[in-house]
Protein backbone atom coordinates (compact mmCIF):
# COMPACT_ATOMS: atom_id res chain seq x y z
CA UNK A 1 0.00 0.00 0.00
CA UNK A 2 1.36 3.25 -0.99
CA UNK A 3 2.24 5.93 2.03
CA UNK A 4 1.31 9.68 1.59
CA UNK A 5 4.45 11.90 1.90
CA UNK A 6 3.97 15.29 2.20
CA UNK A 7 6.59 18.02 1.54
CA UNK A 8 8.03 20.37 3.56
CA UNK A 9 10.06 23.28 1.69
CA UNK A 10 12.62 25.02 4.32
CA UNK A 11 14.13 28.32 3.20
CA UNK A 12 15.63 31.53 4.71
CA UNK A 13 13.97 35.00 4.74
CA UNK A 14 17.35 37.11 4.13
CA UNK A 15 15.76 40.27 5.56
CA UNK A 16 12.83 41.11 8.09
CA UNK A 17 11.49 44.36 8.76
CA UNK A 18 9.88 44.96 12.02
CA UNK A 19 7.25 47.15 11.92
CA UNK A 20 5.09 49.19 14.59
CA UNK A 21 1.69 47.17 15.27
CA UNK A 22 -1.53 48.34 13.11
CA UNK A 23 -5.00 48.12 13.04
CA UNK A 24 -5.76 45.38 10.12
CA UNK A 25 -7.48 42.15 9.95
CA UNK A 26 -5.68 39.15 9.62
CA UNK A 27 -6.19 37.98 5.82
CA UNK A 28 -6.61 34.11 4.95
CA UNK A 29 -3.04 33.99 3.51
CA UNK A 30 -1.43 36.15 6.14
CA UNK A 31 0.94 34.80 9.19
CA UNK A 32 1.49 37.49 11.81
CA UNK A 33 4.23 37.86 13.67
CA UNK A 34 4.38 39.89 17.07
CA UNK A 35 7.73 40.79 18.92
CA UNK A 36 8.19 41.37 22.21
CA UNK A 37 11.62 43.02 23.64
CA UNK A 38 11.01 42.15 27.35
CA UNK A 39 12.88 44.87 28.97
CA UNK A 40 10.29 47.57 27.30
CA UNK A 41 7.54 45.81 29.05
CA UNK A 42 8.98 45.01 32.58
CA UNK A 43 7.79 48.13 33.99
CA UNK A 44 4.20 47.27 33.23
CA UNK A 45 4.23 43.85 34.42
CA UNK A 46 1.78 45.33 37.20
CA UNK A 47 -0.83 46.73 34.82
CA UNK A 48 -0.83 43.80 32.40
CA UNK A 49 -1.01 41.31 35.79
CA UNK A 50 -4.73 43.07 35.82
CA UNK A 51 -5.76 41.06 32.47
CA UNK A 52 -4.54 37.52 33.71
CA UNK A 53 -6.77 34.93 35.68
CA UNK A 54 -6.16 34.01 39.30
CA UNK A 55 -5.10 30.75 38.25
CA UNK A 56 -2.51 32.39 36.16
CA UNK A 57 -1.21 34.34 39.07
CA UNK A 58 -1.22 31.32 41.03
CA UNK A 59 1.29 29.77 38.35
CA UNK A 60 3.19 33.34 37.63
CA UNK A 61 4.32 33.02 41.78
CA UNK A 62 5.27 29.11 41.20
CA UNK A 63 8.20 30.22 39.16
CA UNK A 64 11.21 30.50 41.16
CA UNK A 65 13.03 33.55 39.66
CA UNK A 66 11.45 36.81 39.45
CA UNK A 67 12.56 37.10 35.70
CA UNK A 68 10.34 34.18 35.17
CA UNK A 69 7.64 35.43 36.38
CA UNK A 70 7.63 38.73 35.28
CA UNK A 71 8.15 36.58 31.71
CA UNK A 72 4.94 34.71 31.84
CA UNK A 73 2.94 37.80 33.00
CA UNK A 74 4.07 39.74 30.48
CA UNK A 75 4.19 37.28 27.66
CA UNK A 76 0.87 35.41 28.76
CA UNK A 77 -1.03 38.85 29.20
CA UNK A 78 0.50 40.02 25.63
CA UNK A 79 -0.75 36.91 24.03
CA UNK A 80 -4.18 37.46 25.10
CA UNK A 81 -4.20 41.25 23.78
CA UNK A 82 -3.25 39.78 20.51
CA UNK A 83 -5.93 37.16 20.52
CA UNK A 84 -8.41 39.62 21.28
CA UNK A 85 -7.36 41.90 18.58
CA UNK A 86 -8.29 39.13 15.93
CA UNK A 87 -11.82 37.66 18.06
CA UNK A 88 -13.28 41.21 19.13
CA UNK A 89 -13.14 39.03 22.53
CA UNK A 90 -12.47 41.42 25.50
CA UNK A 91 -9.07 40.66 26.62
CA UNK A 92 -10.24 39.71 30.39
CA UNK A 93 -12.60 37.07 28.50
CA UNK A 94 -9.76 34.81 26.46
CA UNK A 95 -9.14 31.57 28.11
CA UNK A 96 -7.00 29.04 26.91
CA UNK A 97 -7.26 26.16 26.42
CA UNK A 98 -5.23 22.90 25.60
CA UNK A 99 -5.26 19.94 23.58
CA UNK A 100 -4.30 16.71 24.84
CA UNK A 101 -0.53 17.68 23.28
CA UNK A 102 -0.89 20.56 25.84
CA UNK A 103 -0.91 22.88 22.74
CA UNK A 104 -2.97 25.54 23.42
CA UNK A 105 -5.89 26.94 21.30
CA UNK A 106 -9.50 28.72 22.04
CA UNK A 107 -12.35 26.50 21.49
CA UNK A 108 -14.22 29.49 20.87
CA UNK A 109 -12.32 30.19 17.67
CA UNK A 110 -10.77 27.35 16.23
CA UNK A 111 -10.11 28.70 13.39
CA UNK A 112 -7.39 30.98 14.52
CA UNK A 113 -3.84 29.56 15.06
CA UNK A 114 -1.28 30.68 17.50
CA UNK A 115 2.01 29.97 18.82
CA UNK A 116 4.38 31.69 21.21
CA UNK A 117 8.17 30.97 21.65
CA UNK A 118 10.66 33.17 24.22
CA UNK A 119 14.05 33.02 24.46
CA UNK A 120 16.24 36.00 27.17
CA UNK A 121 15.21 38.84 26.02
CA UNK A 122 12.63 38.28 23.25
CA UNK A 123 9.31 36.45 22.61
CA UNK A 124 7.28 36.16 19.53
CA UNK A 125 4.13 35.34 18.96
CA UNK A 126 2.28 34.03 15.45
CA UNK A 127 -0.96 33.97 14.53
CA UNK A 128 -2.78 32.81 11.26
CA UNK A 129 -5.75 31.06 10.07
CA UNK A 130 -3.46 28.43 9.29
CA UNK A 131 -1.81 25.88 11.41
CA UNK A 132 1.75 27.42 12.44
CA UNK A 133 4.19 26.77 14.66
CA UNK A 134 7.31 29.01 16.04
CA UNK A 135 10.35 28.85 17.73
CA UNK A 136 12.99 31.64 18.45
CA UNK A 137 16.47 30.77 19.65
CA UNK A 138 19.22 33.16 21.44
CA UNK A 139 22.51 32.08 19.78
CA UNK A 140 24.44 31.65 22.87
CA UNK A 141 28.40 31.94 23.23
CA UNK A 142 29.13 29.43 25.80
CA UNK A 143 26.64 26.63 24.72
CA UNK A 144 28.60 23.33 23.61
CA UNK A 145 26.23 22.00 21.03
CA UNK A 146 28.29 19.42 19.46
CA UNK A 147 27.43 16.82 21.82
CA UNK A 148 23.96 16.79 20.81
CA UNK A 149 24.93 16.32 17.14
CA UNK A 150 24.63 13.10 17.07
CA UNK A 151 20.85 12.75 19.05
CA UNK A 152 18.99 15.48 17.13
CA UNK A 153 20.45 15.26 13.72
CA UNK A 154 20.75 13.12 10.93
CA UNK A 155 24.32 12.30 9.41
CA UNK A 156 23.51 14.97 6.40
CA UNK A 157 21.85 17.66 9.00
CA UNK A 158 25.34 16.81 11.01
CA UNK A 159 27.36 17.09 7.98
CA UNK A 160 26.12 20.39 7.05
CA UNK A 161 26.76 21.87 10.50
CA UNK A 162 29.88 20.62 10.58
CA UNK A 163 30.68 21.86 7.14
CA UNK A 164 29.34 25.55 7.59
CA UNK A 165 31.75 28.52 7.74
CA UNK A 166 29.56 29.13 10.88
CA UNK A 167 28.54 26.37 12.69
CA UNK A 168 26.83 28.01 15.27
CA UNK A 169 24.36 29.98 13.16
CA UNK A 170 23.86 26.36 11.20
CA UNK A 171 23.13 24.49 14.24
CA UNK A 172 20.52 26.38 15.51
CA UNK A 173 18.94 26.79 12.40
CA UNK A 174 18.30 23.47 12.30
CA UNK A 175 17.36 23.62 15.10
CA UNK A 176 14.50 25.92 15.54
CA UNK A 177 13.35 24.67 11.77
CA UNK A 178 12.77 21.60 13.84
CA UNK A 179 11.46 23.08 16.95
CA UNK A 180 8.86 25.28 14.79
CA UNK A 181 7.52 22.16 12.69
CA UNK A 182 7.10 20.04 15.50
CA UNK A 183 5.27 22.81 17.37
CA UNK A 184 3.34 23.33 14.94
CA UNK A 185 2.78 19.60 14.79
CA UNK A 186 2.07 19.49 18.57
CA UNK A 187 4.49 16.72 18.58
CA UNK A 188 6.85 18.40 20.52
CA UNK A 189 10.84 16.79 21.10
CA UNK A 190 10.11 13.08 21.44
CA UNK A 191 11.91 10.37 19.57
CA UNK A 192 11.43 11.18 15.87
CA UNK A 193 12.68 14.99 16.43
CA UNK A 194 16.39 13.51 14.95
CA UNK A 195 14.15 12.53 11.55
CA UNK A 196 12.52 15.68 10.94
CA UNK A 197 14.16 17.47 8.25
CA UNK A 198 15.86 20.82 8.11
CA UNK A 199 17.96 21.66 5.84
CA UNK A 200 17.30 23.50 2.58
CA UNK A 201 15.07 22.55 -0.09
CA UNK A 202 12.22 20.43 -0.56
CA UNK A 203 11.65 17.07 1.46
CA UNK A 204 9.32 14.30 1.43
CA UNK A 205 8.42 12.83 5.36
CA UNK A 206 6.26 9.69 5.84
CA UNK A 207 3.48 10.31 7.37
CA UNK A 208 3.70 7.99 10.12
CA UNK A 209 6.49 10.03 11.03
CA UNK A 210 4.33 13.08 11.70
CA UNK A 211 0.55 11.81 11.22
CA UNK A 212 -0.06 14.61 8.86
CA UNK A 213 -1.45 14.97 5.46
CA UNK A 214 -0.39 18.40 4.88
CA UNK A 215 2.02 20.08 3.14
CA UNK A 216 4.57 22.67 4.92
CA UNK A 217 6.68 25.23 4.84
CA UNK A 218 9.49 26.30 7.09
CA UNK A 219 11.04 29.87 7.16
CA UNK A 220 14.52 30.84 9.00
CA UNK A 221 14.66 34.64 10.23
CA UNK A 222 16.96 36.59 12.18
CA UNK A 223 14.85 38.32 14.34
CA UNK A 224 17.72 40.57 16.39
CA UNK A 225 21.53 40.64 17.72
CA UNK A 226 22.29 36.85 18.29
CA UNK A 227 18.49 35.83 18.04
CA UNK A 228 17.71 33.57 15.46
CA UNK A 229 13.97 32.12 14.61
CA UNK A 230 11.82 29.77 12.15
CA UNK A 231 7.94 29.66 11.34
CA UNK A 232 6.27 26.50 10.54
CA UNK A 233 2.90 26.74 8.52
CA UNK A 234 0.97 24.81 6.73
CA UNK A 235 0.80 24.78 2.90
CA UNK A 236 3.37 24.77 0.37
CA UNK A 237 2.41 28.44 -1.45
CA UNK A 238 4.60 31.81 -1.93
CA UNK A 239 2.91 32.19 1.67
CA UNK A 240 6.41 34.09 2.51
CA UNK A 241 5.57 36.87 0.51
CA UNK A 242 2.71 37.33 3.40
CA UNK A 243 4.83 37.05 6.58
CA UNK A 244 4.74 40.19 8.56
CA UNK A 245 6.57 41.23 11.23
CA UNK A 246 4.97 43.83 13.75
CA UNK A 247 6.87 45.02 16.78
CA UNK A 248 4.24 45.09 20.03
CA UNK A 249 3.62 48.64 21.50
CA UNK A 250 4.72 48.85 24.85
CA UNK A 251 2.04 51.46 25.91
CA UNK A 252 -1.35 50.05 27.70
CA UNK A 253 -3.41 52.08 25.51
CA UNK A 254 -1.85 51.25 22.76
CA UNK A 255 -2.28 47.73 23.57
CA UNK A 256 -5.82 48.60 24.52
CA UNK A 257 -6.21 50.11 20.68
CA UNK A 258 -4.61 47.09 19.32
CA UNK A 259 -7.42 44.85 21.08
CA UNK A 260 -9.85 46.71 19.31
CA UNK A 261 -9.31 45.52 15.66
CA UNK A 262 -12.33 45.12 14.05
CA UNK A 263 -11.88 41.94 12.06
CA UNK A 264 -13.88 41.05 8.79
Known amino acids: MRTFKPVIEY ?25 IYLPDFIELKSDLSQFLTSKELKKAQRFFKEIDRSRFIIYRSILKFVLAAHTKLNVKNIY ?13 HPWLFFNLSHSEDFAAIAVSRKNVGLDIEYMSKDFNFTSLLPDV ?32 LGKGI ?15 IDFS ?56
Not at 96 to 108: E, G, I, T
Not at 193 to 204: A, M, R, T, V, Y
Request: aromatic residues 12%; charged residues 25%.
Open 11 to 35: STIKDIKLIPCKLAPLDTDEIIIYT
Open 190 to 204: DEDFKQIPSLDGQHK
Open 153 to 184: FDDNQVLQIQNAADKKHAFYTSWTRKEAFVKA
Open 96 to 108: LDYQFNKKPYLAS
Open 209 to 264: LIKNSKNWQVNSFNLADSYLGAVAFENLSAISRNLVFYIIPNKIDKLLEMAQIKNN
